[in-house]
C-alpha cells in the first residue's frame, strides 16, 4: 500500500511478479553461518567428516589423540629447536667454555604415542617369528629368506654382525655334520646336544 495506489510491474512474458511476506526467521541465518564456519574449522584441522560427525559404531575413544598427533610434533620440533640453539649452547658455553661446545647434547622429544609403539613392537616380533618359521621351512630344499629385502618390506632396520661358531656341537639351524674325537663324521642334531 505504501508503493502508491495503483502501482504497476513489467516483466518479460513468461515471468512472474509474487510478493513474498518475511517468515520471521532471518535470526537463523546468523546460527547457520555460525555451525558451518565451526565445522569447516575443524574439518580443516582434523583433515575427515567422519571424525567430526561420528556416526554408527563411531566409539573409539583414542581418536583425539590421534587429530592432534601432528600438532603435538609441529610443537615438539619447534621447542627443541628453540632450545637447542639458545639454551643448550649458551649453558655449555658458561658451564664448559668454547671447546665443548662441539660435543653439546641436543634435545628431541618423542611423541610416538604409547599404542604406536606397542604396534610397532608387536610388528618387529612378528617378524622375527615369520623368518624363522620361514628358514625353518625352507631349510630342506637348501634355501633361505634373503634377509636384507625381507627387512626392508617391514620397514625394520638391520646391520651385519660378525657371527661365531657355536662351542660343543650345539648349533641353532638343527642337524651339522661334525667329526668326532678320532675323526669321524657324526650328525648331531639339536634337541639331542641341547
Known sequence: MAWTINSVFGVKPGYDVKLIESNGRGHESF???????????????VGSTVLIDGGTG???AEVHKSIRAD????????MAYTI?????????????????LIRSP???????????????????SA???ALGKANESLRPYGVQV??????AQFGIPIIPIEVEE???????????DVEDDDGEEVEIDFQEAA
Not at 553461518?33 to 569447516?40: G, N
Not at 637447542?84 to 665443548?100: D, H, K, S, Y
Request: hydrophobic share 40%; charged share 25%.
Open 71 to 78: 600438532i603435538i610434533k609441529s610443537i615438539a620440533k619447534s
Open 166 to 176: 657355536p662351542e660343543s656341537g650345539v648349533y641353532l639351524l638343527g642337524e651339522k
Open 146 to 151: 634373503e634377509v636384507t629385502s625381507f627387512a
Open 106 to 124: 641436543a634435545l628431541e622429544w618423542d611423541v610416538v604415542p604409547p599404542k604406536d609403539l606397542k604396534d610397532s613392537a608387536e610388528a618387529t
Open 84 to 100: 637447542n640453539t639458545q639454551i643448550v649452547p649458551q649453558f655449555v658455553l658458561a658451564r664448559w667454555g668454547e671447546e665443548a
Open 58 to 60: 563411531f566409539v573409539n
Open 127 to 129: 617378524f622375527g617369528d
Open 31 to 45: 546460527t547457520n553461518t555460525i555451525a558451518q564456519s565451526e565445522r569447516e574449522y575443524c574439518i580443516a584441522i
